[in-house]
Structure formats: structure tokens, C-alpha cells
């Protein structure tokens, strides 16, 4: 660069100054070193306007305050290991180095880590993610599921190390020891948000055909801390693994005041990981001793049911009637409706045998009704012979008499008496002169015959024709010249 400058300085050597001529890229590069070597690191406070994602994976975005704006870069691959992604109008502290963007003369930030500013700020993130994720549906209590009562395996999703395990081992072995499967996670800092999710998607892969059990409920549990600490159970990624828990989860993140996005999504919520160890598991002594208590009610209930049924039967038992005594009566009327019985069998015999003999005296002989028959039947056809003669002689009568007049009506008969029928070309009659015009060709219908005949003029009179003159008688009286 110092061998351009003094390039340059030897061609503007006679411009009358010392001035040196730079390139816009020379200016550029030198302003580019000036103000990286100047600010190697640094870390800005300002909201964040403007975010916009490239579909290269790179982020552009400006940090602001009152008075001055500053522009920012992430590029993609710093932006896929940030613990959380810019939003416009939250307040963040970005981590990076100056840098200048000669394309469009503009120094900027290439941020290689953001932090939210403040508690303030994560509130408002938590409020807009919260109210983001209940929109679709996340949060709704038809999707929650109840825990089993008595779970053979609890799986736990925590710290290794810590109070809370031991806490939650200690209260399942007070009230009723259950198999326990602890997936072992981080609770806070980098990394720890996979790994929870990576946790219970794990749990809910088993098939339990292996040697370890699926367990029947899962317990997140995690120590009271500052909202910092416990920012790791509030990312997306976690609400929704454990919305998508196809295992019943009970959220215990914190201290009773603390409330974090997997209390809303998850299917019960503990106010202590000690308290989710209570829900999960009931007291083991306890239920001892209410099936001690049930099966002596039982007991007892069974005896008293007895006890009255007995006396109840003894009651119905006195006011039951003698068997012997009914079985007598029963065998007397018995007898008595056999004897009544045979006497009615031969008195309905009787009287249907005579009831018989009198409708055999009233038939009559087939063929007697057959002669009868048969003499109706001749008479009828007579009869309809006769009927039918009349009505045929009476229906001649009328047709010969019909036709006769329409014989009458009939144009034949007019054309007989000297009248011609008149016909277009067409074959239909003509009934108006005004219908011809000269030179029509016309049917002349007579009563022995048609002819054709072409119309010559209309509306005048008829032609007179030259009577042919006498001729002249011959006078012989001159005589002859030859």
C-alpha cells in the first residue's frame, strides 16, 4: 500500500501540492483497517429494527438508541449456534467486531454472539413467545392427559448432579419406590435446550421390547433460579417436545413462584420437583391402610346384607300359604273339570251331528243347479242375439243416411252440374282472383278430367271474338272469262 501511495505521489508530482491521489478502494481498504484495527472486539447495546434473513442463512439487521443507528451482520454460520434469535424492537447486547462495508460506504458489526439486555427485554420475549405458541394451540387443556395412577417406571429428565434428584429418589422412596430412568442434561447454559429435547424425544422413542422400560410417566425437573438460569425451558424447541410428549409429563422447573413456557405446555405442573414426585406416585402406606379400611367395610356391608336378607326371607316364609293343603284343592279341581269335561265332549257332538243333518237336508243336487244354469245361459244369449241384430239394423240405418249426405256435399256432384275446380301449382284450390298473377300456370279440374292452363291477364274483360263474315254468293249472272 505504500508502494501505491508513492506511485501516486510520483504521478501528481508536478500539481503544484503534496497531495497524494487515492482510489475509492484504496480510501476504502484504509478506512477498513483503520477501524478494525481500532476496534478489534467490542460489545453494543441497542434495539434491534430492521431483521431480515437472507435466504443465504445470513442475518442483517441495525442496533439503535435515541441518537445513533448502527448496522449489523450474522452470518449463517454464527447465527445457527446463537443461544437466541434478533427480534425487532427487543433490546439485545451483540458481541462482535467493527468492520467497514466498502460496497456501500458503511461501517457495521459482525456479531458472532447476542444477549438479551436486561430482564426486562426477556420478559417481553417470554410474553410475545408465550402468547405466539398459545395461538397454536399448544397450551389448550383438551390436549392434556392425566398421569396413570401407580406408573411401574418414572423416566427424569435432570441434572446428574444437584439436590433435585436426590430429592425426587428420596420422596419416591418414601411414599412408593417405582423404577426410576434418569436421562442425565444440562439445566442451563449453552447446549442445554438440546439436550433437555433430545431427552424427551429419547424417552418417547423406547419400545420397552429391550431391557430398558418406556416409562409411564416423565418428571423435567429443575432447581428456583433467576430467570437467566431458567431461560433454557422457556426456548420453543422444548415447549413443543414436551406438547408433542406422547407420555404423560409433569413439569417441576423451579421454585412455586417460578414459571417458566414447559409449565403451560406440559400435562401437570409442580410447584417443586419434590411436589412432582408426589403427584406422580401415591403414598404407599396410605393405600395400604385404605384397603385395609375398604376390605373391613366390605366385610361388614356383607354381613349386614346377609343378616337382612335372612330376616327378610324369614318374614316372606311365614306368610307363605300351606303346599299340601294348595296341592288337594288343585287335585279336586282337577277332577272336577275332567268330569265337566267328558260331559261337554258328548253334548257338543250331539249337537253338532244334528246341526250337520239339517244343513245336509237344505243342499241340492249339483246337477239340478248345473240344468238350471244352463237354461239362463240360452235365455240370456237369445236375449243378446236379439239385442245385438237391432243395434247392428238401427247403426245401418244411420251410416246408409249419413253417407247419402255427405255424397250430397261432396264437389264431385257440383262439378257434374257444369262447375270447374281451379287449382295452384301447388294442388291447392285457388278461391280468389287476386291470388293469380299473369302468366300463372293453373290445374283445371272437370268432372271427367284435369287440364292445365296458364293465366293470360287479370282483371279485364272478356275478349270479344270476330263472327266470321258470310260469304259472298257467287253472281253467274257475268259468267266466266277463262
Known sequence: MIGDRSTAKTRNSDTGHNLPELSVSEVSMALKATVEGAFQRVRVRGEVSGF??????????????????????????????????PEDGLEVVASGRLTTYPGR????????????????????????????????????????????????????????????????????????????????????????????????????????????????????????????????????AVVRAAADSAIPLISAVGHETDTTL???????????PTAAAEMAVPVRHELLAQ??????????????????????LEGLSRGLPDL??????????LDDWSERLGNSLEVGLAVRRSTLAAAAGQLRRPTHLIRQGADRVHGEARA??????????????RLGQVSALLESYSYERVLERGFTLITDDQGQPVVSAKSLQP???????????????????????PRKTKKPKPPKSRDDRQGKLL
Open 52 to 85: 431480515k434473513q437472507a435466504a443465504s442463512g445470513h442475518m442483517y439487521f441495525a442496533l439503535k438508541d435515541a441518537d445513533a443507528v448502527l448496522d449489523g451482520v450474522c452470518w449463517r454460520g454464527t447465527a445457527s449456534r446463537l443461544r437466541m434469535m
Open 262 to 272: 414447559i409449565d403451560f405446555a406440559a400435562d401437570l405442573r409442580a410447584p417443586t
Open 384 to 397: 243378446l242375439d236379439r239385442a245385438m241384430s237391432g243395434y247392428l239394423k238401427d247403426r245401418r240405418s
Open 324 to 333: 299340601g293343603r294348595m296341592v288337594e284343592e288343585s287335585l279336586q279341581r
Open 105 to 236: 460506504s458503511k461501517y457495521q458489526i459482525v456479531v458472532d454472539s447476542i444477549e438479551l439486555a436486561g430482564e426486562g427485554a426477556l420478559l417481553k420475549l417470554l410474553e410475545d413467545r408465550r402468547r405466539q405458541l398459545a395461538a397454536e394451540g399448544l397450551f389448550d387443556e383438551d390436549r392434556k392427559r392425566q398421569p396413570p395412577f401407580l406408573p411401574d417406571v418414572i423416566g427424569v429428565v435432570t441434572s446428574p448432579t444437584g439436590a433435585v434428584i436426590r430429592d425426587i429418589l428420596h420422596r419416591l422412596s418414601d411414599r412408593f419406590p417405582r423404577r426410576v430412568l434418569v436421562w442425565p442434561v444440562r439445566v442451563q447454559g449453552d447446549g442445554a435446550a438440546e439436550e433437555i429435547v433430545a431427552a424427551i424425544k429419547g424417552f418417547n422413542e423406547f419400545d420397552g421390547a429391550g431391557d430398558i422400560a418406556r416409562p409411564d410417566v416423565l418428571i423435567v425437573a429443575r432447581g428456583g433460579g433467576s430467570v437467566e438460569d431458567l431461560w433454557a425451558f422457556n426456548e420453543e
Open 291 to 312: 384397603v385395609m379400611d375398604d376390605g373391613a367395610r366390605l366385610v361388614g356391608a356383607m354381613n349386614r346384607c346377609l343378616r337382612d336378607n335372612s330376616l327378610r
Open 439 to 461: 302468366n300463372d300456370e293453373v290445374g283445371l279440374r272437370f268432372r271427367d278430367g284435369d287440364v292445365r292452363a296458364t293465366v293470360l291477364d287479370k282483371g279485364l274483360p
